[in-house]
């Protein structure tokens, strides 16, 4: 048997900063993170595209609680402890100068997640945090008021652990075993495959202002919209996903969406259509799109709505302009399946929040475990949100498990 003073499971980015902070608030303590990989913080080098996308430039407590469909309640009273603003002068301080980027999204200014990492690193060595991999956790018990942590090779004792696994079906299992409740897991951040010919053959389109809704429900979103291979993604779609995770789950990922593409009433899209006829009398419709389009969406929605290459917008009859109104303003398109968000894989589940005290990020039902980041049932939109999560949650943890000695 290994004794510890605190014992992290996880070395993701929940776990090392829960680590740093805790060492930084009480050097004397003897910490221990146990990973059951061969590598640390593989979440990190792969999130933002490589860029790690650290936060997000929301610093309002309360605005930046809209942006998690599960915890949104529950994170209110923590982000007033420690949020946006606290997270760039935590990594200024060790070194690492964030940038915000026009989408609000928060980088390092090296555009690499390599400078996130070579800060952890240089934190848990300086710290003499000691960081044990292929230690993957089988077992987790009580014995004399400490905790016993059970690897396949040894058993790891300590009177304060703090879990920040993420998304592990595995540590879910144990975490049941000793009376926890598990929401179960379903996927969130996603992107929606289509297969239909007006998005076929231009991967790469975006419109930037898009409004889209789930037919059949009060789900809906705004934002720029990308065509891809295998159907639409950006964020007006990721955040369709994230905030529908349970009911789309619920249809087995078969759904349809009414799609906008301009955000504009359909009478406002007519007069617009009825006055370009006016303008543009003598020229093309595919060559003198409206809107903003890109020219190859724009071509799409025409063909769709029988006007053809040869049409000059003198030729417009009623009925084609009705028709490209409607694939303007309401366009249909059947979803069949999902695909996952580039290497970003999200889940909405976890621990029932109910059981979890947020003032300290404790258990409700055993004392000195404590719980952060995605091992929880929280999850948000893309845009550095869920790593904002894994700081806050992490950052009270280690205060709380400081606080005892």
């Not at 000691?130 to 230690?135: A, F, P, S």
């Not at 303008?279 to 595919?286: A, L, N, P, T």
Request: a positive charge; one cysteine or more; glycine letters at 6%.
């Amino acid at each position: 048997m290994k004794q510890y003073d605190v014992i992290i499971i996880g070395g993701g980015a929940a776990g090392f900063f829960a680590a740093i902070n805790l060492a930084d608030r009480n050097p004397k303590l003897k910490i221990c993170i146990l990973e059951r990989g061969s590598n640390v913080l593989t979440k990190v080098k792969v999130s933002g595209g490589g860029r790690c996308n650290v936060t997000h430039a929301q610093f309002d407590p309360k605005e930046l609680t809209y942006n998690y469909p599960r915890g949104q309640k529950e994170l209110l009273g923590p982000f007033n402890k420690f949020m946006t603003g606290d997270t760039v002068q935590w990594f200024e301080e060790r070194g690492v100068d964030l940038k915000i980027e026009e989408d609000g999204r928060m980088f390092p200014k090296s555009n690499s997640s390599q400078t996130i990492i070579d800060c952890f690193q240089k934190e848990v060595t300086r710290h003499k945090i000691e960081i044990l991999i292929n230690r993957s956790v089988i077992d987790l018990t009580t014995k004399e008021g400490k905790w016993l942590v059970k690897t396949k090779d040894n058993i790891y004792v300590s009177e304060k652990v703090l879990v920040a696994t993420g998304s592990s079906k595995k540590i879910w299992n144990i975490l049941k075993e000793i009376g926890h409740t598990i929401v179960q897991p379903v996927p969130s951040l996603f992107t929606f495959n289509i297969d239909d010919e007006r998005i076929k053959d231009i991967p790469g389109v975006v419109a930037e202002n898009v409004r889209i809704k789930i037919v059949d429900s009060q789900l809906e979103s705004q934002g720029p919209l990308l065509i891809t291979h295998w159907g639409m993604s950006a964020p007006a779609i990721l955040k369709l996903s994230a905030f529908g995770a349970l009911e789309l789950s619920k249809r087995d990922y078969k759904f349809k969406i009414e799609v906008n593409f301009v955000s504009l009433s359909q009478s406002e899209v007519m007069n617009v259509l009825k006055d370009a006829k006016e303008r543009f009398s003598k020229k093309s419709v595919y060559n003198v799109q409206q809107f903003e389009l890109p020219k190859r969406l724009w071509r799409k929605l025409a063909t769709a709505s029988n006007i053809d290459e040869r049409n000059r917008w003198a030729d417009l009859n009623k009925n084609q302009l009705i028709n490209l109104s409607n694939q303007l303003t309401k366009a249909v398109f059947q979803v069949n399946g999902k695909s996952t968000f580039k290497e970003e894989f999200v889940t909405a589940g976890g621990i029932d929040l109910k059981e979890i005290n947020f003032k300290t990020f404790e258990s409700k039902l055993h004392k000195n475990i404590f719980f952060a980041g995605e091992v929880l049932n929280i999850d948000a939109v893309t845009g550095g949100f869920n790593f904002q999560n894994a700081w806050t949650g992490a950052f009270i943890a280690a205060e709380s498990i400081a606080n005892f000695k």
